[in-house]
């Protein structure tokens, strides 16, 4: 057990490592001086883009020698400091990010976990009810394949814009303060629900079609013909089926994740939900670079994390894993 | 598969028709052809039955579909038919592209990881297992908002960079399993060298494999282009069904209630991925006998 998650340590340490160079690097390879690029596209008049371009040298530490710079990037990330914020004046990158994460993490969190257990639940009541399979696996094909971002506006166009069920924009109504009211609370979950909805949706499809192939492929196995042959009650077949079935598609959670990631970015875009995705786009717009790769890290480290725990709990679900048997 | 079957002489022909048989037969198999087709057959002679072009204005501005404008137009005035179609081609080449890379990327370090073993095969699967966490988007939108990506070929090689690791990990082990077959073994003591090994034989025998990853590629890379496209990472100078919904988003199509703009790129790019995934399971059944009977 501990050398399994010893080894994940040791990728995951290293992953990060690579992910910080990346970041590093990116803005030094590219074509131009990054800061020439930088202040072109903020469009700065004569006076002030010579003053911006003291402070961004200054910034990237660019005077220094190359590794140099490469030992203070990891300083200033040892420090939490990612640098000033172009497209928000006066607050610095770490201190949007903080903002942000709480309402990316709101919708990610329950979106990926509720979706994870009632996809597993379907897929395995459909992998045995003809009905079920020939309703649930069309819906289920239909919704793995919808863009995040194209589903986000069709639900947002019918029941928030048509219908008028749902807000949009914001996490909660502008004449609200986070308080813990009961008005608050009821404003919060209305403006949740539907960025929320859209993850669960996408992500549902694909752990339905996951699981129903698991079970009906577990089914046929030596193991579960063996135990029909004794006699065994089907439910306690199907238990055994579902047991085995759980971790192929655990190994799947961690590998979703990514994607789950960057569909809860684009989905905050159409909602104006003010999370990371939104301080991506306003990144974007506004070319605050130090605000882009600062997403980037913690996207990446965020992502690194779930990827853990995901393992930790793999190891105590699988008990080979657990004695050490199973090396990877 | 053509060569391995056209050197193995007794048996080919009656296996190629029964193959078939169980590819027309195979109910997932037709319909997520047909619906990738029809929608191949829209983008190639699509644009061909409008002269709208896709960015020119001059229509009426936020109209719904009629006889004119066969979609609507958008609310500066652009034909949305004309954008769509050339939306779907859009897709298509950059699906197709980016796979092609993700495959070809795949290929040479799966096969050259699970043939060959050892250290070099320890050091291919650290990079794709690292490669396999980072996620994909992140890098994504930080390389191309440096770059701004100005053609479909770059982003598709972009994306194609960048969705190799599980195609590769998938192929190594299948790799890895064949490695120790006799016909391999016997290839590898008659002299050939590894390169051939790996073409003549270990890649025809597990050639219905890889065609099942290049679907999964291509469905993949045209998620991943939608989302680039929406967040108006990707070309701007070339229609994208991404780009539409992005326009759309940005013009307030949603509290204009102009519909006919933004529900065509979704509907295509769902029927497009949804299509090869269907078509994937098909496929599976048919190469795969144990999963015929279901």
């Given at each position: 057990?501990?050398?399994?998650?010893?080894?994940?340590?040791v990728?995951?340490?290293?992953?990060f490592?690579?992910?910080?160079?990346?970041?590093?690097?990116?803005?030094?390879?590219?074509?131009?001086?990054?800061?020439?690029?930088?202040?072109?596209?903020?469009?700065?008049?004569?006076?002030?883009?010579?003053?911006?371009h003291g402070?961004?040298?200054?910034?990237?530490?660019?005077d220094?020698?190359l590794?140099?710079?490469?030992?203070?990037?990891?300083?200033?990330?040892?420090h939490?400091?990612?640098?000033?914020?172009?497209?928000?004046?006066g607050?610095?990158v770490?201190?949007?990010?903080?903002?942000?994460?709480?309402?990316?993490?709101?919708?990610?969190v329950?979106?990926?976990?509720?979706?994870?257990?009632?996809?597993?639940?379907?897929?395995?009541?459909?992998?045995?009810?003809?009905?079920?399979?020939?309703?649930?696996?069309?819906?289920?094909?239909?919704?793995?394949?919808?863009?995040y971002?194209w589903?986000?506006?069709?639900?947002?166009?019918?029941?928030?814009?048509?219908?008028?069920?749902?807000?949009?924009?914001?996490?909660?109504?502008?004449?609200?303060?986070?308080?813990?009211?009961?008005?608050?609370?009821?404003?919060?979950?209305?403006h949740?629900?539907?960025?929320?909805?859209?993850?669960?949706?996408?992500?549902?499809g694909?752990?339905?079609?996951?699981?129903?192939?698991?079970?009906?492929?577990?089914?046929?196995?030596?193991y579960?013909?063996?135990?029909?042959?004794?006699?065994?009650?089907?439910?306690l077949?199907?238990?055994?089926?579902?047991?085995?079935?759980?971790?192929?598609?655990?190994?799947?959670?961690a590998?979703?994740?990514?994607?789950?990631?960057?569909?809860?970015?684009?989905?905050e875009?159409?909602?104006?939900?003010?999370?990371?995705?939104?301080?991506?786009i306003?990144?974007?717009?506004?070319?605050?670079?130090?605000l882009?790769?600062?997403?980037?890290?913690?996207?990446?480290?965020?992502?690194?994390?779930?990827?853990?725990?995901?393992d930790?709990a793999?190891v105590i679900?699988?008990?080979?894993?657990?004695?050490?048997?199973?090396?990877? | 598969?053509?060569?391995?079957?056209?050197r193995a002489?007794?048996g080919?022909?009656?296996?190629?028709?029964?193959?078939?048989?169980?590819?027309?037969?195979?109910?997932?198999?037709?319909?997520?052809?047909t619906?990738?087709?029809?929608f191949?057959?829209?983008?190639?002679v699509?644009?061909?039955?409008?002269?709208?072009?896709?960015?020119?204005?001059?229509?009426?501005?936020?109209?719904?579909?009629?006889?004119?404008?066969?979609?609507?137009?958008?609310?500066?005035?652009?034909d949305?038919?004309?954008?769509?179609?050339?939306?779907?081609r859009?897709?298509?080449?950059?699906?197709?592209?980016a796979?092609?890379?993700?495959?070809?990327l795949?290929?040479?370090?799966?096969?050259?990881?699970?043939?060959?073993?050892?250290?070099?095969?320890?050091?291919?699967?650290?990079?794709?297992?690292?490669?396999?966490?980072?996620?994909?988007?992140?890098?994504?939108?930080i390389?191309?908002?440096y770059?701004?990506?100005?053609?479909?070929?770059?982003?598709?090689?972009?994306?194609?960079?960048?969705?190799?690791?599980?195609?590769?990990?998938?192929?190594?082990?299948?790799?890895?399993?064949?490695?120790?077959?006799?016909?391999?073994?016997?290839?590898?003591?008659?002299?050939?060298?590894?390169?051939?090994?790996?073409?003549?034989?270990?890649?025809?025998?597990?050639?219905?494999?890889?065609?099942?990853?290049?679907?999964?590629l291509?469905?993949g890379?045209?998620l991943?282009?939608?989302?680039?496209d929406?967040?108006?990472?990707?070309?701007?100078?070339?229609?994208?069904l991404?780009?539409?919904?992005?326009?759309a988003?940005?013009?307030?199509?949603?509290?204009?209630?102009?519909?006919?703009?933004f529900?065509?790129?979704?509907?295509?790019?769902?029927?497009?991925?949804?299509g090869?995934?269907?078509?994937?399971?098909?496929?599976?059944?048919?190469?795969?006998?144990?999963?015929?009977?279901?």
């Amino acid at each position: 057990m501990n050398r399994y998650l010893l080894r994940k340590s040791v990728l995951y340490l290293l992953t990060f490592f690579v992910a910080v160079t990346i970041d590093f690097a990116i803005p030094r390879l590219m074509p131009g001086n990054p800061i020439d690029g930088l202040i072109s596209r903020i469009r700065a008049d004569s006076t002030a883009s010579q003053e911006l371009h003291g402070y961004f040298t200054e910034s990237f530490g660019l005077d220094q020698p190359l590794w140099e710079q490469y030992l203070n990037f990891w300083r200033g990330l040892a420090h939490g400091d990612l640098g000033p914020s172009i497209a928000y004046v006066g607050s610095s990158v770490s201190e949007l990010i903080w903002a942000a994460l709480p309402y990316t993490l709101a919708l990610l969190v329950p979106a990926i976990l509720l979706s994870y257990i009632a996809g597993n639940r379907v897929g395995a009541l459909a992998a045995r009810r003809k009905v079920l399979d020939n309703t649930v696996l069309p819906v289920a094909y239909v919704l793995t394949a919808t863009p995040y971002v194209w589903l986000a506006l069709v639900l947002a166009y019918v029941l928030a814009f048509q219908l008028g069920i749902f807000p949009v924009s914001g996490a909660y109504d502008f004449s609200q303060q986070p308080a813990w009211t009961w008005e608050f609370v009821r404003s919060f979950l209305a403006h949740w629900f539907l960025p929320f909805l859209t993850l669960f949706l996408v992500a549902f499809g694909g752990w339905a079609i996951g699981m129903r192939n698991l079970i009906i492929y577990e089914l046929e196995s030596e193991y579960a013909n063996y135990l029909q042959a004794l006699g065994a009650p089907s439910k306690l077949v199907r238990k055994y089926a579902y047991g085995n079935a759980v971790l192929p598609q655990m190994s799947g959670l961690a590998l979703a994740l990514g994607a789950v990631v960057g569909g809860a970015l684009v989905t905050e875009i159409v909602f104006g939900y003010p999370g990371i995705g939104t301080l991506i786009i306003d990144a974007l717009q506004n070319r605050d670079y130090f605000l882009l790769q600062g997403v980037f890290l913690l996207i990446i480290v965020g992502v690194l994390i779930a990827n853990f725990i995901v393992d930790i709990a793999y190891v105590i679900v699988d008990p080979r894993t657990r004695a050490g048997i199973q090396g990877s | 598969m053509d060569a391995a079957e056209s050197r193995a002489d007794p048996g080919p022909r009656g296996q190629r028709f029964e193959l078939l048989h169980f590819a027309f037969h195979n109910s997932k198999l037709v319909i997520g052809l047909t619906v990738v087709l029809a929608f191949l057959l829209l983008a190639i002679v699509g644009p061909w039955l409008t002269d709208a072009t896709p960015f020119e204005f001059g229509h009426p501005t936020g109209q719904g579909p009629s006889s004119e404008n066969w979609l609507g137009t958008t609310a500066p005035g652009q034909d949305v038919y004309a954008q769509f179609v050339h939306g779907l081609r859009s897709s298509f080449i950059v699906g197709a592209l980016a796979a092609c890379v993700a495959a070809g990327l795949g290929m040479a370090i799966g096969f050259i990881g699970g043939y060959l073993g050892g250290a070099i095969d320890e050091i291919l699967s650290m990079v794709t297992n690292i490669v396999l966490v980072i996620p994909t988007l992140a890098v994504l939108i930080i390389v191309s908002a440096y770059l701004s990506v100005g053609s479909l070929t770059s982003e598709a090689i972009l994306i194609g960079l960048t969705s190799w690791p599980w195609a590769a990990r998938a192929i190594r082990a299948q790799t890895f399993s064949l490695r120790a077959r006799e016909f391999v073994s016997l290839a590898r003591l008659s002299g050939q060298g590894t390169t051939k090994v790996i073409v003549q034989e270990i890649a025809p025998n597990m050639s219905s494999y890889l065609f099942l990853t290049f679907i999964l590629l291509f469905g993949g890379s045209v998620l991943t282009a939608a989302t680039l496209d929406f967040l108006g990472l990707g070309p701007s100078q070339v229609m994208s069904l991404g780009l539409m919904m992005n326009t759309a988003v940005s013009n307030a199509a949603l509290q204009l209630g102009l519909w006919w703009w933004f529900i065509p790129p979704g509907i295509g790019i769902t029927a497009i991925v949804g299509g090869l995934y269907v078509m994937n399971v098909g496929l599976d059944e048919v190469f795969n006998p144990r999963l015929r009977s279901t």
